[in-house]
């Protein structure tokens, strides 16, 4: 079966990350390995990977060349760093700049951008997004689904969920311990 994940801000071929987000890499080329190799250990040929957004800058390299050696079927959420040549790459599954859907009984709002407000808020549903680079204060059910915060990683939505006592608790009250002898 499967497994669906969710990244962004890969910034692939762009050597700005190292310097603007301090990314631990002495060059681009092993930052870019590293990105590939880390996708790959988890994605495999059949998953489906949604990435939001600011995938890679076609200064040294091609959407085919690249793109190409991540494995799984690609969605793409647009993000403000997506020139039209990634864009328009034939192997993307889907590209669009917003999309709402349901996953393991969670209804997802998935953009490049956080969100103040978003579709079925008050009904628990969940906003992913990035280009915050992990810089930005959550809401409750808003998560950052780029490298950054996630450990270079793609993540799947269980992670993602179990990743915040904040976002467990938006979505499953805990109630106090009643304390010892009470039954």
């Not at 993000?79 to 700049?97: F, I, K, L, T």
């Not at 996953?103 to 628990?124: A, E, Q, S, V």
């Not at 997004?129 to 950054?148: A, E, N, T, Y």
């Amino acid at each position: 079966m499967p497994t669906t994940y969710f990244t962004s801000d890969t910034h692939f071929d762009d050597p700005r990350v190292l310097r603007i987000d301090r990314r631990p890499f002495a060059d681009l080329d092993l930052h870019d390995e590293t990105l590939i190799r880390n996708w790959n250990e988890r994605v495999k040929e059949d998953d489906e990977v949604f990435h939001l957004g600011d995938v890679m800058s076609t200064r040294r390299s091609s959407p085919e060349t690249l793109l190409a050696r991540l494995n799984g079927r690609k969605h793409l959420i647009v993000g403000n760093n997506d020139p039209q040549m990634v864009q328009d790459w034939p192997g993307w599954a889907s590209v669009r700049s917003y999309l709402e859907m349901e996953l393991d009984g969670h209804f997802l709002i998935l953009c490049h951008y956080p969100f103040r407000t978003w579709n079925r808020m008050g009904k628990g549903s969940v906003n992913l997004h990035g280009h915050s680079h992990g810089r930005l204060k959550p809401m409750p059910r808003q998560f950052d689904v780029g490298v950054d915060p996630q450990a270079l990683y793609p993540v799947t939505l269980a992670e993602i969920l179990a990743s915040r006592t904040r976002g467990r608790k938006a979505t499953a009250p805990v109630r106090p311990d009643p304390g010892p002898g009470s039954a």
